[in-house]
């Protein structure tokens, strides 16, 4: 016997083939038949007009900041977005000391179009490091499910203050420390490295998003690090009318600079 049998919906099945109108059995959570399945099962749902899809699975979203204060994420899961990723871009709010978390948001309000009074008023500054971010998330109770990317420019921002929006090169000191940060992060759950080089991504007062003006080959080195993991980075390239890649990373070479 199922567990559950969904009556009647037109089932669109995300490879491709014609939408059908078809029952759909569901056993120890998995489907275990498409069809003629059957009237016996501990529950039965009439879907008739409803449309049945797998989940959909959004590669570059920027609820970085939203989810801390709305676990809905709307609206993305009320149009079939069942996991999303986060961090796209490199525009994020952690590593967030205290000090910078203004900047943070003063950047994030122009580079998203967000507003900053209500960025300022909903963001619950529950953490500071990586660790602590993904901490939140665990117990936020978010309708999706969430993967997060490293913030190339929060990593920066972090690092380098003010600095990293005007200065293109970090010192030895600084590098080392957005290391360690990046490694950090990845160790607790991260799954890529995102950032951008675009020439429309301006922050505050338009200055650069602080990775834009970082050598694109700098992220790729060192995400390259972390291939044989099998994270992956998230980068918008410089071309303006180009879409942001969502990519492998490159083979392992030397680690090259944040």
């Not at 900053?116 to 109770?141: K, N, P």
């Not at 600084?174 to 360690?180: N, P």
């Not at 951008?196 to 200055?207: E, I, K, R």
């Not at 995400?223 to 009318?241: D, L």
Request: glycine content about 12%.
């Amino acid at each position: 016997m199922h567990d559950l049998v969904i009556r009647g919906a037109i089932v669109v099945d995300g490879v491709g083939h014609d939408p059908v109108r078809a029952d759909v059995a569901v056993r120890d959570g998995r489907i275990a038949a498409i069809g003629e399945v059957g009237k016996v099962a501990s529950e039965i749902v009439d879907a008739g007009g409803l449309a049945l899809m797998p989940g959909i699975i959004d590669l570059h979203t920027h609820y970085d900041a939203q989810v801390t204060w709305d676990p809905t994420l709307s609206p993305s899961p009320s149009l079939g977005v069942t996991t999303a990723i986060m961090g796209n871009c490199g525009f994020g709010i952690v590593p967030s000391p205290p000090h910078l978390r203004d900047l943070i948001m003063r950047n994030l309000a122009v580079v998203e179009g967000m507003d900053l009074d209500a960025l300022r008023a909903g963001i619950d500054w529950r953490f500071q490091s990586f660790a602590e971010y993904m901490t939140m998330l665990r117990g936020r109770g978010a309708y999706m499910n969430l993967g997060v990317l490293v913030w190339h420019s929060a990593v920066r921002t972090a690092v380098m203050g003010n600095d990293a929006s005007v200065r293109k090169q970090p010192t030895t000191a600084e590098i080392t420390e957005m290391k360690r940060l990046v490694g950090e992060a990845m160790g607790e759950g991260a799954i890529g490295l995102g950032a951008s080089y675009s020439l429309n991504h301006s922050g505050w007062g338009g200055v650069p998003m602080p990775s834009t003006i970082s050598e694109v080959s700098d992220s790729t080195r060192w995400s390259g690090r972390w291939a044989a993991r099998g994270a992956a980075s998230s980068r918008s390239p410089p071309a303006r009318s180009r879409p942001t890649r969502w990519r492998r990373s490159p083979p392992a070479t030397a680690a090259g600079s944040l």
